[in-house]
């Protein structure tokens, strides 16, 4: 199995939306709708933001959302703050009790 | 509040065993709703998932490192442990224990540790 693709950065001022990209395959993101995201503040444990493609945590903002189309998940965060920078993770089910993860990408708020 | 903590050596010489220990607090690690797994990170890349075991000790491995890994889990203990044999360089790398949902947060890890940086050198 491959690690999913991911742009290494992605940047928006505070209050606009950015959206950042995970590419699999049809094994992995087009197959299941077992998608998820996660945000990792560098030196801290990773946090859940999204699962099952477009599903919440309770406690993650409503500025977080998901979306899939094929073998591409999306993860969308809308009205940027300061406390969004950092580093996004997609990860997917990938078939007989496998996972896979994206190589992570660098969101900086302008 | 649900808490995993990783403890083990920090520096591992090549050739030799990686043993990492996960302790499970403020929840039960025989809650049949939920796997637990071993993910990590090397510098500078992106997350990898290891592997996984249920409560009642199925495991679940990554192919790629299949041939050189073992989880197991110690209910009695609340502890899920990770050995990686005949490490390299390449195994350098903080690793993290999640809890990975089964029913609710279906197949997403919604509960990580801090990390361990465990570093193969002689």
């Known amino acids: 199995q491959s690690a999913l693709t991911q742009p290494p950065s992605a940047s928006g001022s505070p209050g606009q939306s950015v959206t950042i990209s995970c590419t699999g395959t049809?094994?992995?993101?087009?197959?299941?709708?077992?998608v998820s995201w996660y945000q990792h503040h560098p030196g801290k444990a990773p946090r859940l933001m999204i699962y099952?493609?477009?599903k919440r945590p309770s406690g993650v903002p409503d500025r977080f959302s998901g979306s899939k189309s094929g073998n591409t998940a999306s993860l969308i965060v809308s009205g940027l703050q300061a406390e969004d920078e950092a580093d996004y993770y997609c990860?997917?089910?990938?078939?007989?009790?496998?996972?896979?993860f994206g190589g992570g990408t660098k969101l900086t708020v302008l | 509040q649900l808490q995993l903590q990783e403890s083990g050596p920090g520096l591992v010489k090549p050739s030799e065993t990686l043993s990492l220990t996960c302790t499970v607090s403020g929840g039960s690690i025989s809650n049949s709703n939920y796997y637990w797994g071993w993910i990590r990170q090397p510098p500078r890349k992106g997350l990898e998932w290891i592997g996984s075991i249920y409560y009642t000790g199925s495991t679940y491995y990554n192919p790629s490192l299949k041939s050189r890994v073992t989880i197991s889990v110690d209910t009695s203990k609340k502890q899920f442990s990770l050995k990686l044999t005949s490490v390299t360089a390449a195994d350098t790398a903080v690793y993290y224990c999640?809890?990975?949902?089964?029913?609710?947060?279906?197949?997403?890890?919604?509960?990580w540790g801090q990390g361990s940086l465990v570093t193969v050198s002689s």
């Open positions: 049809s094994s992995d993101v087009g197959g299941y709708n077992y």
């Open positions: 099952e493609v477009t």
């Open positions: 990860s997917s089910y990938a078939g007989s009790s496998n996972w896979v």
């Open positions: 999640a809890r990975l949902g089964i029913t609710a947060t279906t197949y997403a890890f919604d509960f």
